[in-house]
Structure formats: C-alpha cells, structure tokens
C-alpha cells in the first residue's frame, strides 16, 4: 500500500496519509457477543433457502449466502442524524454533498 493517495473532489485534491489510517468499525460478529442496546434483540445471519436454493455449503448448498436480520441503530456503530428524531425520514445522504468533510469522532465506552 502507497503511504499517502491523492483524492480529488470537485477540482479540490485531498491528500491521505494511508499509513496513518485507523479503523473506527466495530465488527458485528454474529456468533459472539455483539454491541446492543436498549434490550434489543442480537443481530442474526441465517443461510438464504428458496425452493431452488441451499444458502449454506455446509447444508450441500453452491455458496453461502446469508439474511441478515439487525436493528443497526443498536447494533453496533453508527452516523448520527437529524432523521433519527424527526418525523422526517431525512438521511446524511440527503444532507451532504460529495465531499470530504471535517468531523469529531466521539466515542463513548459504558461504566461498568
């Protein structure tokens, strides 16, 4: 991997320092314990069945291909928006434009 890429949007370049990149993901693991809250349920992946399809190798299926049921507000990390407590269904995407834009990043860890 390069240590830094160029990104242009808009006629304006960005420069990105690849090498100090960090991922601010949580992964969803489906079989182990999972970020949730407000007692909802886990997150599930279940194998896909139709009449013509096994979704599961282990079941004699092609490939595996997975349902996922998941409440992803409460399921792990998320954007925040307007949207989330307006009556308007109103989306980041619908908001933003095709640019970088700067941020905070607030991460908030549970007492125990």
């Known amino acids: ?18 090498k ?9 693991d489906f079989e182990k314990k999972q970020p949730r809250f407000f007692e909802t349920p886990p997150a599930l992946a279940k194998p896909f069945y139709s009449q013509e399809f096994k979704g599961s190798v282990e079941q004699g299926g092609p490939c595996n291909v997975e349902s996922i049921t ?11 928006c307007v949207g ?9 995407a619908d908001l ?14 549970p007492e125990t």
Do not use: C, Q, W
């Open 70 to 80: 998941a409440t992803f507000h409460t399921s792990g990390t998320h954007t925040e």
């Open 96 to 109: 933003i434009e095709n640019n970088l834009i700067a941020s905070t990043l607030v991460t908030i860890s």
């Open 20 to 28: 100090s990149g960090l991922s601010l993901g949580i992964i969803l």
């Open 84 to 92: 989330h407590i307006s009556r308007d269904r109103i989306s980041l």
């Open 1 to 18: 991997m390069p240590d830094s890429i160029v990104i242009t949007l808009s006629g304006k370049h960005y420069k990105a320092i690849t």
